[in-house]
């Protein structure tokens, strides 16, 4: 009869839905999987943070890269200056102006040399991006940084090479000439 329709209608369309609803989860899950792929093999050390400095979310190269430069390990939550207290007020001012830079809508890149727990030169190239919420705040920043340590030192060595060669040749005494054939 047709009340009987109407509930086989009505129960075809809700199993409809919920294949649907299951689709769209199995997808979300397999990019979530991809994403999180990307997010932890790279080399690069990524984190972000909220408008308190507080960590939301960082990959597996900072945490570790964290634990070497300061010994103990960041936690979702918490700001950085609640974990270490390592810093100098000029170090921290640097950081809260960059950050601050990057909360107005700035896409931010610099190079600066650290030391780790070690006293050991560290030097990272970091690109500060806010992200945008669909109504335009910001409420986070990405933060990527890489350790351009051995770049910079093969940068100071072929500097003092240029430099020594310069030395030597600016100091002869006699002619010095170069030429082809």
Not at 107 to 126: A, G, L, P, S, Y
Request: a negative charge.
């Amino acid at each position: 009869n047709n009340k009987d329709l109407e509930l086989l209608d009505f129960i075809s369309g809700q199993v409809s839905l919920a294949m649907e609803r299951k689709e769209k989860e199995d997808k979300i899950e397999n990019q979530a999987a991809t994403l999180g792929a990307i997010f932890d093999s790279s080399t690069h050390q990524i984190w972000s943070i909220d408008r308190k400095l507080r960590f939301t979310s960082f990959n597996h190269n900072y945490s570790e890269a964290f634990k070497t430069y300061f010994g103990k390990e960041p936690i979702v939550g918490k700001s950085i200056y609640d974990i270490i207290d390592l810093f100098s007020i000029e170090v921290k001012d640097f950081w809260e102006k960059k950050y601050e830079e990057a909360f107005l809508g700035k896409f931010v890149n610099f190079q600066i040399r650290t030391e780790d727990k070690k006293n050991r030169e560290v030097w990272r190239e970091v690109f500060l991006n806010p992200i945008f919420l669909p109504n335009g705040r910001i409420e986070e920043l990405s933060v990527i940084a890489n350790d351009i340590t051995e770049k910079k030192e093969a940068e100071g060595a072929l500097i003092a090479s240029e430099e020594k060669f310069r030395t030597i040749f600016e100091s002869f005494q006699d002619i010095y000439f170069r030429c082809n054939i």
